[in-house]
């Protein structure tokens, strides 16, 4: 069964720190990996999208990567803000899906000022 | 633009109404994705369709019916729902169904069902 799994549930950091979100796969024919962002009561953003030929992307402050072989996948977030607080949400796509998103449960994140 | 808009934001209905929820891209994507979502949990996959035409139904009850008028165009039309289907119904589409596409997502309709 393809599963996703996200540690710690929630994080709470002060302003200014680095920090890494982890997420974990059991299935390691992922196609992709997709981060997102949701904020209390709204939609997802799209942060950043992984493909398995990559190793890593970067935006911004956030930098994803995805290790296939170990079935991990980290979002290191720079410097953090107040206003990065958000659940932060992975989600795999498989071959064959039909583009199904596989999500975890979530981070939530609260960066305190 | 790289945008899905839901309307409306939220909507209070009745065990006996009928109303809809309404999503919209104009992105040229060709997949496009009904999620539920409750409280603290993941959003989970309710339909897919491809090409204006239903790929994937995940044993929706079918007081859910959706429909996809065009390519830009996605519809979920509900009849007789239950206190239980309250929840948060996020639409997303990507450039096609398939794995290697970014996915985006609406910002969704928060349903209470009284």
């Known amino acids: 069964k393809q599963e996703v799994t996200q540690i710690p549930a929630a994080l709470s950091v002060p302003e200014g720190e680095n920090l890494v979100l982890n997420c974990s796969f059991t299935d390691s024919a992922i196609y992709n990996l997709q981060w997102f962002r949701q904020d209390p009561g709204k939609g997802l953003t799209s942060l950043l999208l992984?493909?398995?030929?990559?190793r890593e992307q970067t935006s911004g402050r956030l930098n994803a990567s995805l290790d296939k072989s170990s079935g991990r996948s980290t979002l290191y977030i720079a410097a953090s803000q107040p206003g990065d607080s958000a659940t932060y949400l992975c989600a795999g796509i498989y071959g064959g899906s039909q583009g199904n998103l596989i999500f975890g449960k979530g981070t939530k994140l609260s960066v305190k000022p | 633009d790289t945008e899905v808009t839901q309307t409306p934001k939220h909507l209070v209905m009745g065990m006996t109404n009928k109303k809809s929820l309404k999503c919209e891209q104009h992105m040229g994507h060709r997949a496009m994705y009904w999620y539920k979502q409750k409280a603290k949990k993941p959003p989970e996959l309710m339909f897919v369709y491809s090409y204006e035409k239903l790929s994937i139904n995940e044993s929706v009850p079918s007081r859910f019916s959706p429909e996809c008028p065009n390519s830009s165009l996605l519809n979920l039309h509900l009849h007789a729902l239950q206190p239980e289907d309250s929840a948060l119904y996020l639409c997303?589409?990507?450039?096609?169904?398939?794995?290697?596409?970014?996915?985006?997502f609406g910002q969704g309709t928060r349903l209470t069902v009284v």
């Open positions: 997303a589409s990507s450039p096609m169904v398939g794995a290697r596409t970014e996915a985006f």
């Open positions: 992984i493909q398995s030929s990559q």
